[in-house]
Nanobody, 113 residues
């Protein structure tokens, strides 16, 4: 069982930056870690993922603006979000995927125009 706790969300103006962090209660070494987001009235979608081997993928909508990173020694995953847009407004969730998957409780990101 792994518990995930997100932090770093908030309200920011368009063009601004936020850094989200996800702290895991146990080792994340073998997990694919990811940041997903869910806007009001929409399905949850992946924003960025990073495998245990360090392979990274981004949604087209965030490429060039978001950067995902992981620190296996600290059991943390981060998402640096730059040049934020109002359409980035969503609840952001951390996910750990192995033979089972685990989700955090989410953190709200609101980008004002």
């Amino acid at each position: 069982q792994v518990q995930l706790v997100e932090s770093g969300g908030g309200l920011v103006q368009a063009g601004g930056s936020l850094r989200l962090s996800c702290a895991a209660s146990g080792s994340i070494f073998m997990f694919t870690m990811g940041w997903y987001r869910q806007a009001p009235g929409k399905q949850r979608e992946p924003a960025a993922t990073i495998t245990s081997g360090g392979r990274i993928s981004y949604a087209d909508s965030v490429k060039g603006r978001f950067t995902i990173s992981r620190d296996n020694a600290k059991n943390t995953v981060s998402l640096q979000m730059n040049s934020l847009k109002p359409e980035d407004t969503a609840v952001y969730y951390c996910r750990a995927q192995g033979t089972r998957q685990y989700w955090g409780q989410g953190t709200q990101v609101t980008v004002s125009s």
